[in-house]
């Protein structure tokens, strides 16, 4: 039974422009390269010295080289410019290097950080997150970080610096001037103003739509089989294309908005310098003002509205990867599963490595209740006066050579106890026991080491055969083999090319079920594991196969616990107990022969399929 959820799939708003808390943990991630931060910020401050010797000799050359025909020193002033355009040059090229494997080795931290944490967090929280939304974290996200440190902070720094630098230079140069320069900078600030506020909304817009795509597209290639097999590829692709309309026609927004930014400020610099011919010219034919002079603070003008330009689209990588960081620094906050970093008591046969421990364990549930997480925990409305109760009061004891069968129809709870005793869910009442300990005082790693588990929907990894049986164990090749020659698996590994180094495809889509079953199997057995969990383990293969797996499951089983979730009721006749759930309780329990005899739930349900099977054969 899956739990219900409210997904959401835009993207938050970023609570404020600029956020200190959000800086100082990006800044952290900074830290251990700050000798690259260090040899970044004095390249930059170099190269924009060294757009200052440009006007000067400009205003050198024309001053006073020329009117006193000295060619010396031209030919001195030009060597002296070009030695500074090749520092220019190579300046430049270094800081790109710089601030680029900067900007790669944070992200590829960042990226292994929030990995990590994914793999940490409970089962609860990918109900509630679509999985198209949180690769949009890891590659988007955090490529948008990678553009604040690559050409963001860093080169934002360096452009403040410049424009000090010219500023004061202009003042010197010829403080009129500078005046008249300065007039247009509240026009520059107020388009940019104009131009942060629209670029942060359609930003937003862009990383929602963007979300939406990758869900949808997850979700559909995921059920690729499904949507051909009802004919819904028209329909699905009028849905994306749909989704990828709102998604272009944010980004064409965006486009609208640069392509009026830019040359706006082109306008204003424009009527600003020319202003300052204007107003230099009187001054020029008075000879209170050098023509040198007046090239030079030209130069020294174009140069100054360039880093106002250029700091307004900083500020706009700046918002941009406030909004990134906001949404991952929320998902690294995440609590990780319950139990996951604790070294708690755990009871030796648990505590042990799996391989070396050929014992059971007793696991009990004492009076378990449980209710999955409803959609008023995500929309932050308020609870119902009664939770919907998936477990009601279910109390059990299975010990060491046991196996416990848990029948009933579907929706009856069944896989939700094995959920429950794996803790990938919390009860909300009442406790499991394992060899008498809570198991929330058992370390996750060391409780689900213990665990063999099979599960109806199988997953294996595109990885070798060989890889995905000793998934949880270090086992030696003849160890691998052993396991899958245990369950039969080895019949299919023979058929392969490449035997058991034969990689599979995604999810294991080169096998069939069955053969992905078996697999399973092998990998359960492969891990000798102290408590055996099958749900609907054997649903997916023919009697033979069924019957040699079950021969090598009495082998495994002897002495071990075992907890099996049973649809076919033939496969559970030797259990030692079974549960017969309906709706969340325990309404039976005894054993095959008993509830047989007894005429009542689980009667009903042997003689439905016995009827079935015989009407089928």
Request: hydrophobic share 50%; net charge positive.
């Given at each position: 039974?899956?739990?219900?959820?409210?997904?959401?799939?835009?993207?938050?708003?970023?609570?404020?422009?600029?956020?200190?808390?959000?800086?100082?943990?990006?800044?952290?991630?900074?830290?251990?390269?700050?000798?690259?931060?260090?040899?970044a910020?004095g390249?930059?401050?170099?190269?924009?010295?060294?757009?200052?010797?440009?006007?000067?000799?400009?205003?050198?050359?024309?001053?006073?080289?020329?009117?006193?025909?000295?060619?010396?020193?031209?030919?001195?002033?030009?060597?002296?410019?070009?030695?500074?355009l090749?520092?220019?040059?190579?300046?430049?090229?270094?800081?790109?290097?710089?601030?680029?494997?900067?900007g790669?080795?944070?992200m590829?931290?960042?990226?292994?950080?929030?990995f990590?944490?994914?793999?940490?967090?409970?089962?609860?929280?990918?109900?509630?997150?679509?999985?198209?939304?949180?690769?949009?974290?890891?590659?988007?996200?955090?490529?948008?970080?990678?553009?604040?440190?690559?050409?963001g902070?860093?080169?934002?720094?360096?452009?403040?610096?410049?424009?000090?630098?010219?500023?004061?230079?202009?003042?010197?140069?010829?403080?009129?001037?500078?005046?008249?320069?300065?007039?247009?900078?509240?026009?520059?600030?107020?388009?940019?103003?104009?131009?942060?506020?629209?670029?942060?909304?359609?930003?937003r817009?862009?990383?929602?739509?963007?979300?939406?795509?990758?869900?949808?597209?997850?979700?559909?290639?995921?059920?690729?089989?499904?949507?051909?097999?009802?004919?819904?590829?028209?329909?699905?692709?009028?849905?994306?294309?749909?989704?990828?309309?709102?998604?272009?026609a944010?980004?064409?927004?965006?486009?609208?908005?640069?392509?009026?930014?830019?040359?706006?400020?082109?306008?204003?610099?424009?009527?600003?310098?020319?202003?300052?011919?204007?107003?230099?010219?009187?001054?020029?034919?008075?000879?209170g003002?050098?023509?040198?002079?007046?090239?030079?603070?030209?130069?020294?003008?174009r140069?100054?509205?360039?880093?106002?330009?250029?700091?307004?689209?900083?500020?706009?990588?700046?918002?941009?990867?406030?909004?990134?960081?906001?949404?991952?620094?929320?998902?690294?906050?995440?609590?990780?599963?319950?139990?996951?970093?604790?070294?708690a008591?755990?009871?030796?046969?648990?505590?042990?490595?799996?391989?070396?421990?050929?014992?059971?364990?007793?696991?009990?549930?004492?009076?378990?209740?449980?209710?999955?997480?409803?959609?008023?925990?995500a929309?932050?409305?308020?609870?119902?006066?009664?939770?919907?109760?998936?477990?009601?009061?279910?109390?059990?004891?299975?010990?060491?050579?046991?196996?416990?069968?848990?029948?009933?129809?579907?929706?009856?709870?069944?896989?939700?106890?094995?959920?429950?005793?794996?803790?990938?869910y919390?009860?909300?009442?009442?406790r499991?026991?394992?060899?008498?300990?809570?198991?929330?005082?058992?370390?996750?790693?060391?409780?689900?080491?213990?665990?063999?588990?099979?599960?109806?929907?199988?997953?294996?990894?595109?990885?070798?055969?060989?890889?995905?049986?000793?998934?949880?164990?270090?086992?030696?090749?003849?160890?691998?083999?052993a396991?899958?020659?245990?369950?039969?698996?080895?019949?299919?590994?023979?058929?392969?090319?490449?035997g058991?180094?034969?990689?599979?495809?995604?999810?294991?889509?080169?096998?069939?079920?069955?053969?992905?079953?078996?697999?399973?199997?092998?990998?359960?057995?492969?891990?000798?594991?102290?408590?055996?969990?099958?749900?609907?383990?054997?649903?997916?293969?023919?009697?033979?196969?069924?019957?040699?797996?079950?021969?090598?499951?009495?082998?495994?089983?002897?002495?071990?616990?075992?907890?099996?979730?049973?649809?076919?009721?033939?496969?559970?006749?030797?259990?030692?107990?079974?549960?017969?759930?309906?709706?969340?309780?325990?309404?039976?329990?005894?054993?095959?022969r008993?509830?047989?005899?007894?005429?009542?739930?689980?009667?009903?349900?042997?003689?439905?399929?016995a009827?079935?099977?015989?009407?089928?054969?």
């Amino acid at each position: 039974m899956t739990a219900p959820a409210s997904i959401n799939h835009e993207e938050e708003a970023l609570s404020k422009a600029f956020d200190a808390r959000l800086a100082r943990r990006l800044l952290a991630l900074v830290r251990p390269y700050r000798g690259r931060v260090a040899l970044a910020l004095g390249l930059l401050l170099g190269v924009g010295s060294l757009q200052l010797v440009g006007p000067m000799m400009t205003r050198r050359v024309i001053d006073v080289a020329i009117p006193a025909k000295d060619s010396g020193l031209i030919v001195q002033s030009t060597i002296f410019l070009l030695s500074a355009l090749v520092l220019q040059v190579v300046g430049a090229y270094l800081e790109t290097v710089v601030t680029g494997t900067l900007g790669q080795r944070v992200m590829h931290d960042l990226r292994r950080q929030v990995f990590a944490q994914l793999q940490r967090l409970p089962v609860t929280f990918f109900d509630r997150n679509p999985v198209g939304r949180l690769v949009t974290r890891v590659t988007n996200d955090v490529e948008s970080l990678n553009e604040l440190f690559t050409s963001g902070v860093v080169a934002g720094i360096g452009d403040l610096f410049t424009l000090v630098a010219i500023t004061v230079l202009m003042a010197v140069v010829d403080w009129r001037l500078a005046l008249a320069a300065y007039l247009v900078v509240p026009g520059i600030l107020w388009v940019s103003a104009v131009f942060r506020k629209r670029v942060r909304t359609e930003y937003r817009e862009i990383r929602s739509k963007l979300a939406r795509i990758n869900a949808f597209l997850q979700e559909r290639i995921a059920g690729v089989r499904v949507v051909q097999l009802f004919g819904r590829e028209a329909d699905e692709a009028a849905r994306f294309r749909e989704i990828d309309r709102s998604h272009l026609a944010a980004h064409l927004r965006s486009v609208t908005v640069y392509a009026l930014y830019f040359p706006a400020i082109e306008i204003l610099t424009t009527v600003a310098l020319a202003a300052l011919i204007l107003a230099a010219a009187p001054r020029v034919e008075a000879g209170g003002l050098t023509v040198g002079t007046l090239a030079a603070f030209l130069q020294l003008a174009r140069r100054f509205y360039q880093p106002l330009q250029d700091l307004s689209d900083k500020y706009n990588t700046l918002q941009q990867a406030m909004a990134a960081s906001e949404r991952i620094f929320k998902l690294l906050d995440e609590a990780p599963e319950p139990g996951r970093r604790t070294s708690a008591i755990a009871p030796s046969a648990v505590a042990a490595h799996p391989s070396a421990a050929r014992q059971g364990v007793t696991v009990s549930f004492e009076d378990v209740w449980f209710a999955y997480d409803l959609a008023h925990v995500a929309s932050g409305a308020a609870a119902p006066s009664e939770p919907e109760w998936v477990l009601r009061g279910v109390s059990f004891t299975v010990r060491p050579g046991e196996t416990l069968a848990l029948v009933g129809h579907t929706g009856a709870g069944k896989t939700t106890v094995i959920n429950l005793l794996l803790r990938f869910y919390e009860p909300q009442r009442g406790r499991i026991l394992v060899d008498g300990v809570d198991i929330r005082e058992i370390s996750l790693d060391a409780l689900r080491r213990a665990v063999g588990y099979v599960q109806q929907d199988i997953f294996l990894f595109a990885a070798d055969i060989a890889t995905n049986i000793r998934l949880s164990t270090p086992l030696s090749d003849a160890e691998v083999v052993a396991a899958a020659a245990r369950v039969g698996a080895d019949r299919v590994v023979a058929r392969l090319p490449e035997g058991y180094r034969q990689r599979l495809g995604e999810r294991g889509s080169s096998l069939s079920v069955g053969e992905r079953q078996l697999l399973s199997f092998a990998r359960a057995i492969a891990a000798d594991p102290a408590l055996l969990v099958l749900d609907e383990a054997t649903s997916s293969v023919d009697s033979e196969v069924e019957a040699q797996i079950q021969r090598g499951l009495d082998v495994l089983m002897q002495g071990r616990t075992t907890i099996a979730v049973a649809h076919r009721l033939s496969t559970i006749t030797r259990a030692s107990e079974i549960l017969v759930m309906h709706h969340g309780e325990v309404r039976e329990r005894g054993t095959h022969r008993s509830l047989l005899a007894a005429g009542g739930l689980y009667a009903r349900l042997y003689r439905l399929q016995a009827g079935e099977l015989a009407t089928a054969s």
